[in-house]
């Protein structure tokens, strides 16, 4: 809290002494997890999520939240997941996909770089805000046109077609953090059905703060 609610630097480094003490605590697995991913040490992450699993009982509904958030470490590390924790979708029909194209807002063309990385994704319109399906592109590509489906879910049971409606978001983040962070430039749509064609999505938003994720 101290240090601007951020886990890097000096709370990481109690977090690892903990560790070294309790190597299965497991609230300084979480944030240790989390503090790697913070830093796009997806490996990192995926081996503290992974223990802390081990320790977590069957029954606890961290379970699966930590085996989603593993799910997305290996995406964003382009390691396979284990077929007990990320299923193989069949080919996504339409009624399991969302398109439409993402444009930058002309007026916040200064702030962006070619070389930014571009997170286009969708979550629920209502309950969980983890991604269901994310996509990763790059500013030269903007204006972009996207296909979000099942084939991309973070974990097996968070997928586009288990949800009836859904919010598409698009992200330029300098750092190619896949969490949002103050200076990021981010874009929403209203709330689409699965299934809904031509979705526009202009990143037009600064992002100042964690209120605004």
Known sequence: ????????????????????????????????????????????????????????????DMVQR???????????????????????????????????????????????????TVFIFARAAEGPRMPLAILRKRASDLPAEFTLDDSMAMAPQMRLSAFPNVVIGARVSKSANANPQPGDLQGLSAAVKVGAKSVSVVIDTELRGLAEK
């Open 66 to 116: 930590v085996q989603a958030s593993i799910a997305q470490a290996r995406s964003l590390a382009g390691s396979p997941g284990r077929k007990a924790q990320v299923a193989k979708p069949a080919p996504a029909q339409d009624g399991s996909r969302v398109s439409g194209v993402v444009r930058l807002a002309p007026e916040l063309a200064g702030k962006v770089a070619p070389g930014d």
């Open 1 to 60: 809290m101290a240090q601007g609610r951020t886990l890097q630097g000096d709370p990481e480094k109690i977090l690892l002494r903990a560790l070294a003490v309790d190597p299965d605590n497991v609230k300084a697995l979480l944030l240790a997890g989390t503090a790697a991913f913070n830093r796009s040490d997806h490996r990192a992450a995926i081996r503290h999520w992974e223990r802390a699993l081990k320790v977590l009982p069957p029954e606890s």
